[in-house]
């Protein structure tokens, strides 16, 4: 099976800055596009940003000039650098990515475990 572990969260005041790491591992065959979604306590998840396999990206028009995807192929890991965090950009962040196994024909999407975010006043 794959699995999607996202790390980096935590603590920061506003203002401050944070990278989110997000790794792809198992029997994978190719990865497609790769994104980053976030979830407040009672809201809905939200896109944040997305990239593909060549490098293409598209962002939330609320973390636009301040938050850049970007993502390694060869380790299978996508990278969010969040700068001039704000109080609503408190969530849990959500790594995911469109996975084609060895034994499937097309992609699948799957999801990691999500990363605390806490941003302070």
């Known amino acids: 099976q794959v699995q999607l572990v996202e790390s980096g969260g935590g603590l920061v005041q506003a203002g401050g800055s944070l990278r989110l790491s997000c790794v792809a591992s198992g029997i994978i065959s190719s990865i497609n596009a790769m994104g980053w979604y976030r979830q407040a306590t009672g809201k809905q998840r939200e896109l944040v940003g997305s990239i593909t396999s060549g490098g293409s990206t598209n962002y939330a028009d609320s973390v636009k000039g301040r938050f850049i995807i970007s993502r390694d192929n060869a380790k299978n890991t996508v990278y969010l650098q969040m700068n001039s965090l704000k109080p609503e950009d408190a969530a849990v962040y959500y790594c995911?990515?469109?996975?084609?196994?060895?034994?499937?024909?097309?992609?699948?999407?799957?999801w990691g475990q999500g990363t605390q975010v806490t941003v302070s006043s």
């Open positions: 995911n990515a469109d996975v084609r196994t060895h034994w499937n024909s097309r992609y699948t999407t799957y």
